[in-house]
């Protein structure tokens, strides 16, 4: 399998997820529709620094914040958690996968 066919499959197992992930949250009543951006974005701050911190999501707020953003039709402001994000991406490169490749 090449790489561009691995990242594809890989993108596509991540799009499925996250569809269940925004339907499950719709099942659960849309918590988040009557927040403003600005609250909707202090949420997914929160949650996030919280899924950093443990290195998974401690409960549904991370995916139905990211939900919520989904069906609004807008970006995360990942540019908020700039240095959480290239603090989570440093530990995930450092763990030690038998076969990948170094990326330096």
Known sequence: MSEKSAN????????????????AYLMRGRAFADLTVEDLEQRWVEAFRA???AGRPVDT???DVRAEYALRELELPMEKLAAEWRAFLAKIEAVEIPGRKDPH
């Open 61 to 63: 707020d991370f995916d």
């Open 51 to 53: 899924f950093t911190a």
């Open 8 to 23: 594809g499959d890989a993108g596509a197992v991540i799009q499925d997820q996250q569809m269940k992930e925004t339907a």
